[in-house]
């Protein structure tokens, strides 16, 4: 039988069908009008998933690249900004910071740890005048999706700006980018967007925009101006990834269709699914176990079980794709993504196949429990 | 009849049907297995296109954007480099270059000239001390392609690193990185190398890197060093455009069946049927006609006849995609690509549309020899 595989990671996640059909079209020319109506449409909504009025700008790059748009277009040497991190990705924006010679405050919690306004509040009064404020909405290393709204009221309140990783989450968990005053919302085609990976996008909102134009940092193709004129247009400032952008048209449709409340309650339901098997299984979970974790679950493997063997054992035995740790948490714990085109027998098939493995590895599994408590968590009612 | 269309502009680029199936599959993850291969195979092919036994570091960006990371690894601010310009890519070079805060020097020939030797001879012995050359080798904008090898030669006697956009020209024209001692040569997926854009390359010799390593410009996507390590384990820094990288390697697969030489020979040929074709119908060639115009032939419109509306024409009634000119040319010329995924049937394709809009806007055009002759001239043997 050919074989069937699984994607099951935290991105790049699996895309509908529709999607990739359209990435084999026939190469048209950005330029052309045909391409500009598929461009208008994905911008407009792309704005709409954002629920900005704003500009959202898009790029050919990969969400870090998108991101670094922000730090190169907000940051002339010197400027005091802060970072504040708990995993992975936030250390990552605190690197990029540094490397375009800001005068960083690295609040760095525990990898897995929820930041919280506190800790931003005590933070700010502690560096003094800080005018841009990076914040990782889901940390995608650990699971955890942080209170941003709270977050950036804190920061806003500061008088700096804000910008928000939101590459895992924009589309999966609520994110309101205009009434919650984010200044910029990084985010990319290959997570909750349900695209392969190509194209990245920031919203910048007019101060922003305002803070860019005096910003020395030297740049080109990811210059914020030069980008948003042409897309004033419909132009773009340089050719752009043609099927990736067509693709990410038809995925923003089907997403607008299902409606984005529909898909954040969708997530919340995926994210219960896989705790509750976890937990039923007798596994331990390393991200939180609240409804907030709804685009990853981290678990922590079993004692005596790396979870190396579990990531390799579901690929090599079953061919499905699942996350190992990142930095000093890998091998200790694996992570299953729910983000994007995922229903619940995604999380049933990879519960299924981790009980599998550890129990091959000996570890003291209670079998067979994990899917029916995850069908009967997926069946709850979810609040919205 | 559903309608069919023909992109024959200078890049984007039609690509083969193999290509765009290529782009439909499952996406896979770029730290699996299967992706490795595929990325080391269309590594090593990339590096047999570029004729060089040094990195080829792959970027998700547009042409501009790999280019631009030549400038950002090449550049801390007072540097002295020099551009030299013939048309729109070499005067966006300079743009770039001074955006980096290079003390730059920018000999600006006439669009449409073909850079010389001795221009630059002459440009870097006034200069002085430059550390870094710019050179467009097919100015897509004119058609010109200049003789880069003696170009680089001149540069590296005077001691300079040698960049080279080769964007429009690596798969259709000769190029010799290694053995032309280039340091740097830019190109991108969406042109010769029959792939839709998203993806672009840069290879850096071990000068280059070394002078990386040193400069200050602030990066990091687009660090040459970051990248470099990654590749070397087999990793990708940042999320790729996974379905581009997979559609790359499959059309270097088919660029290296036809083989380098025989793809050289194509091109020559295709330039040659074009403007012989043109001429015979009575139009005046814009790019030079010579055996090295076989990337984009430049075509002035007649007397009494604004080009936008030969491309409008074109575009309008027939569906076929050429390129108006740019900057001060619009209006004047209209350009026909012949890059990548072309035969003489896409020539006599464009040719004869071209006849029909411009003898409806009543031009002087001799009717049916323009086909004809651009089928004789693609018979005649090109030496390799």
Redesign the interface.
């Known amino acids: 039988m050919a074989e069937k595989?699984y994607?099951l990671?935290p991105?790049?996640?699996?895309?509908p069908p529709e999607v990739?059909?359209e990435?084999?079209?026939?190469?048209?020319?950005?330029r052309?009008r045909d391409y500009r109506e598929i461009y208008e449409q994905c911008l407009a909504r792309l704005r709409e998933v954002y629920r900005t009025e704003h500009d959202v700008l898009m790029f050919?790059?990969?969400?870090?690249?998108a991101f670094?748009s922000a730090?190169?277009n907000l940051t002339s040497p010197g400027d005091r900004q802060l970072v504040i991190s708990a995993g992975n990705f936030g250390e990552r924006w605190a690197?990029?910071a540094r490397?375009?010679?800001a005068d960083l405050v690295h609040t760095r919690l525990e990898w897995g740890e929820t930041p919280e306004p506190e800790d931003l509040r005590s933070a700010l009064a502690e560096a003094g005048d800080v005018r841009v404020v990076y914040l990782t909405h889901s940390e995608t290393s650990t699971g955890v999706v942080c209170d941003v709204q709270s977050l950036a009221a804190v920061a806003k309140e500061a008088g700096a700006l804000v910008v928000v990783d939101a590459v895992s989450s924009l589309g999966a968990v609520p994110l309101e980018t205009d009434a919650w005053g984010i200044d910029v919302v990084v985010s990319?085609s290959?997570k909750a967007l349900m695209c392969?990976?190509?194209i990245a996008f920031v919203s910048v909102s007019p101060a922003a925009l305002e803070a860019a134009s005096i910003s020395t940092?030297?740049?080109?193709?990811m210059d914020w101006e030069r980008t948003r004129k042409a897309q004033a247009k419909l132009d773009a400032p340089?050719?752009?990834?043609?099927?990736?952008v067509r693709a990410q048209n038809v995925a923003l449709g089907l997403l607008l269709e299902e409606g984005l409340e529909a898909a954040f309650g969708r997530h919340a339901r995926l994210g219960r699914a896989c705790r509750e098997g976890a937990k039923a299984m007798g596994l331990e979970l390393f991200s939180p176990d609240e409804e907030s974790s709804a685009v990853v679950t981290a678990i922590r493997a079993p004692d005596g079980v790396d979870a190396t063997e579990i990531v390799e054992g579901l690929?090599n035995r079953f061919a499905i794709?699942i996350a190992n740790g990142q930095g000093d948490l890998k091998g200790k714990i694996f992570r299953i993504g729910h983000i994007g085109w995922f229903n619940v027998f995604d999380i049933t098939t990879a519960l299924a196949a981790v009980e599998l493995v550890l129990t091959d590895a000996g570890a003291e599994i209670e079998r067979g429990v994990a899917v029916t408590r995850a069908l009967e968590a997926w069946a709850e009612h979810t609040p919205v």
């Open positions: 595989r994607l990671t991105g790049p996640t699996p895309v990739l059909a990435l084999a079209k026939p190469v048209i020319h950005h052309e050919t790059t990969s969400g870090t690249g670094e730090v190169a690197g990029m490397a375009f010679g990319g290959q392969p990976p190509g940092s030297p740049r080109y193709v340089f050719t752009p990834a043609i099927p990736i690929r794709t």
